[in-house]
């Protein structure tokens, strides 16, 4: 595979985009300033990407390099049916076409990011714009069975999900959320769990507060993971389906999370959290 090297300037970058949306804020009020800075910063993350190929799909911009020139079309044909089965559960108008990008390999993605190593990912999203490793660079995988495990368990409708309720909601719920979702329906749709995180329950499991405010720095990101879907699973075990997408709807009108959840499901936060730490208990699924 070709090396693909990715020179950014991040505080250039920034530095630019702080005056622009300084400079919008006198011009542009509500909606259309936060149209304008989610614009600014899609389109800074895209920049990286303008010199490599690219293929229209019917709801996608696909950008891949040569070493995918081949899978292009298929990939296409995949990131189609996945948005289709996403949107069966969360109906939705997009604005614009987001992109695709398909990385070549792993340190691509970690330059990109600026990860170091020991850092990984299948599928990032970023403001209109997935991220996903190749399936040619599951190298775990015999070379022939990556495409058909790609189709069974790959991060599309994951990361279209993120792309889905950013979309709808306007980036206004917490990161334990979006990440309880993307997995709910990746289980819905694909029948796919993250099996590393499935005895991670068996451990002190963390606070409605930690999952809150430091999601990301968590020490054991699988247990964050897989207690964030449960509780997704538990919004959508004690009321149908059209109670999620009802409270998605609030936030998108800019009610707060947890006024939304009251709303919708007649309890705090708190309670929330103390209801389904109860249900969890009982559901031998968690352990």
Do not use: C
Request: no cysteine.
């Amino acid at each position: 595979m070709p090396k693909v090297m990715l020179k950014r300037h991040p505080r250039r970058e920034w530095t630019l985009i702080l005056i622009l949306v300084l400079a919008l804020t006198l011009i542009w009020p509500g909606e259309a300033l936060r149209s304008g800075w989610r614009t600014l910063q899609a389109n800074s993350f895209r920049s990286l990407f303008y010199s490599w190929e690219r293929l229209d799909s019917a709801s996608f911009q696909l950008r891949y390099t040569a070493a995918d020139q081949e899978m292009a079309f298929w990939l296409a044909q995949r990131a189609e049916e996945a948005a289709a089965e996403v949107a069966r559960i969360l109906p939705h108008q997009s604005r614009s076409k987001p992109w695709l990008i398909i990385a070549p390999d792993q340190k691509t993605i970690k330059n990109i990011f600026g990860w170091g190593d020991g850092t990984g990912a299948l599928g990032v999203y970023v403001t209109d714009t997935i991220i996903i490793l190749s399936p040619q660079a599951w190298d775990w995988l015999p070379s022939e069975q990556r495409p058909v495990v790609f189709a069974k368990q790959g991060p599309l409708v994951h990361e279209y999900t993120h792309y889905v309720l950013d979309l709808l909601a306007a980036g206004n719920y917490p990161r334990w959320f979006s990440e309880g979702l993307a997995q709910y329906l990746e289980y819905k749709i694909l029948g796919h769990e993250w099996k590393e995180a499935a005895n991670s329950f068996w451990q002190p499991l963390y606070t409605l507060q930690e999952l809150e405010q430091q999601f990301d720095q968590l020490p054991n990101q699988a247990l964050a993971y897989r207690q964030s879907l449960s509780m997704v699973s538990y919004l959508a075990a004690i009321q149908p389906e059209d109670s999620l997408r009802a409270m998605i709807n609030l936030l998108g009108q800019g009610m707060s999370f947890y006024q939304a959840l009251e709303e919708i499901y007649g309890f705090s936060g708190t309670s929330f959290f103390a209801q389904w730490y109860s249900w969890q208990e009982k559901d031998l699924r968690w352990y």
